[in-house]
């Protein structure tokens, strides 16, 4: 495996390849297939979720357990294609790559085999990135880091390899009474379409992050799934109907960039309504409250992609005076999340595995600790779920319980 640097390249030793792109929070990823004048025939070449095939370039959705990739079959590249551009932006709209450190992984696209990796340096406030190209030079084709950013998002690299980008309608002001009624907002688009990029409804992914909902300030699901921000509440309701009760909690992390091993333990913590502890569940009491809670057990490294611990929550089985659940994450062995990368947690439906909510954790401290999310129950008995991200000087889920009950 080679670490690349901006600029290095190396032949490929696969004729399918595979490039994605990991950050600690979720990103987007596409690929531009590019002619000898450094840009696309037309739209059809600019591939992404909304678009997510052409002629030897694919879009492979991670599903929030895994980063989205660009497979590049170089055998079934058309003649006239030269390169193979790899980008990445933060899924959150205006997001920049300021405190993120994305790393791509060229893959070998038939074993999974790792070939190399490039984690692009000094970002700032770019809000979009050429992170590595594919290209063909001398009938080989060959792989190189990039790491160009750009601060007008992927329209800007859009427009730079000729992608047809129309301009933002100028939102209407709003109507006085004597004026006549703008017409009703569009609902909210991915920016890319926003941007006008090219879209494809039949290849529709899931729906973006929802908007809070009007006159409430807060976000439920009627739009798809949710990604929170720190302190950001979403009510566990879809069309104005309690979700299926069961829900799994899923919390994953990495070690930090060419770190070791961390042991780091997941765990949730049971209140009542007057902040009062009934019980906790973490790897060394696997179920409480007669199995309305369950723990999948201890990972002892952190590696792998995916969801590290998965913590079962049967809502309709909890007892009634179980009002509160705040989930943690510890390292019993003293390493600080300043040792760890891309740490996460996200809400599924248990039924149908589908990912509603997720929370990525974008900054780390110098503690053993962290406080990720809680659901607290509502007086209509519908459950909120809000990203915490609130670190704590303890190594174990007992020095948690304090410090969990005051955040409620």
Not at 1 to 30: E, F, K, Q, W, Y
Not at 48 to 69: E, H, K, L, W
Not at 114 to 123: G, H, K, N, S
Not at 180 to 186: M, Q, Y
Request: glycine share 12%.
């Amino acid at each position: 495996m080679t670490a690349m640097t901006p600029g290095s390249n190396i032949p490929l030793t696969a004729a399918r390849v595979a490039v994605d792109v990991a950050a600690p929070v979720r990103l987007d990823v596409s690929g531009l297939l590019l002619g000898a004048n450094g840009k696309v025939r037309s739209d059809d070449d600019f591939i992404f979720y909304n678009q997510p095939a052409g002629p030897g370039v694919t879009y492979r959705s991670g599903g929030g357990a895994a980063p989205d990739a660009i497979l590049v079959d170089t055998t079934a590249v058309p003649a006239g294609i030269e390169k193979i551009v790899v980008t990445a932006s933060p899924d959150a709209a205006g997001q920049s790559f300021q405190g993120i450190e994305p790393t791509a992984t060229l893959r070998n696209a038939d074993d999974g085999s790792v070939l190399a990796t490039f984690t692009p340096p000094r970002l700032g406030t770019e809000t979009a990135l050429v992170v590595m190209e594919i290209y063909l030079r001398n009938g080989a084709w060959k792989a190189r880091a990039v790491g160009q950013g750009y601060a007008n998002g992927l329209a800007g690299i859009a427009t730079d390899f000729g992608v047809s980008v129309d301009e933002e309608p100028t939102p209407a002001p709003a109507a006085t009474p004597a004026a006549v009624p703008a017409p009703p907002a569009a609902p909210p688009v991915d920016p890319r379409v926003a941007a006008g990029l090219p879209s494809a409804p039949a290849a529709a992914p899931p729906a973006p992050p929802a908007p809070p909902a009007a006159g409430t300030g807060k976000i439920n699901l009627d739009k798809g799934r949710v990604s929170l921000q720190k302190n950001q509440t979403v009510s566990l309701v879809k069309g104005g109907r309690p979700l299926l009760s069961q829900v799994k909690m899923g919390l994953g992390w990495e070690p930090a960039f060419r770190g070791k091993d961390i042991d780091l333990d997941a765990s949730v913590i049971a209140y009542g309504p007057q902040r009062n502890h009934i019980d906790s569940c973490y790897f060394g009491k696997l179920s409480i409250l007669n199995g309305a809670i369950k723990h999948s057990g201890d990972n002892l490294t952190g590696e792998g992609a995916g969801d590290d611990e998965v913590i079962v929550v049967d809502l309709g089985r909890l007892p009634a005076d179980v009002t509160g659940l705040v989930f943690t994450v510890n390292s019993f062995s003293g390493q600080k999340f300043t040792e760890v990368a891309k740490a996460y947690c996200r809400l599924l439906d248990a039924a149908s595995g589908e990912e509603l909510v997720r929370f990525d954790l974008t900054t780390a401290e110098p503690q053993t600790g962290v406080m990720m999310a809680k659901l607290i129950k509502q007086f209509s008995g519908e459950w909120e779920m809000t990203g915490m991200g609130e670190f704590v000087k303890s190594r174990t889920v007992r020095g948690m319980v304090k410090p969990a009950a005051q955040a409620l």
